[in-house]
């Protein structure tokens, strides 16, 4: 990690390998990347990668980012172009299939369970001391 200025606002960041802007102005970018693609989409249902960023100026990297993140999804449902990294089936976005995504939240609410000490239940033996307890007086009409 090097020390750089982003390019849009000044500001100094840590920056990995080929980045140039700041996590704020990233983030705006990408909104604004977004915009556009979603608009494009919705005036041609069906475009594939190559052609949205033709007509967009969004590189493909950002739209397979988008993917992934699920803010858009690709129509085809064997596209060829995202594949679940955990058992490689086709999906439309994200990372991983519905199934796999099942099975990993099955996982971790296990692994959760185990890690979580056990509740306890509440001491029915409590002391009652003479005066502390309670009853609901009739209401006079």
Do not use: W
């Amino acid at each position: 990690m090097e020390l750089k200025n982003c390019e849009k606002c000044g500001r100094k960041f840590g920056a990995l390998a080929s980045e140039s802007l700041c996590t704020k102005c990233s983030a705006e970018n990408i909104e604004s990347d977004f915009k556009k693609v979603r608009d494009y989409l919705y005036d041609h249902p069906g475009a594939d990668v190559r052609e949205v960023s033709e007509e967009t100026g969004v590189s493909e990297r950002i739209i397979l980012k988008l993917l992934k993140d699920e803010r858009i999804e690709i129509v085809d449902e064997s596209n060829g172009l995202l594949a679940c990294e955990r058992c490689g089936v086709s999906i439309k976005s994200g990372r991983v299939c519905d199934e796999c995504k099942n099975e990993l939240a099955k996982d971790l609410m296990g692994a959760a369970k185990t890690l979580r000490p056990e509740e306890k239940k509440p001491d029915k033996s409590v002391n009652k001391k003479k005066g502390e307890s309670f009853h609901i007086k009739q209401r006079h009409q």
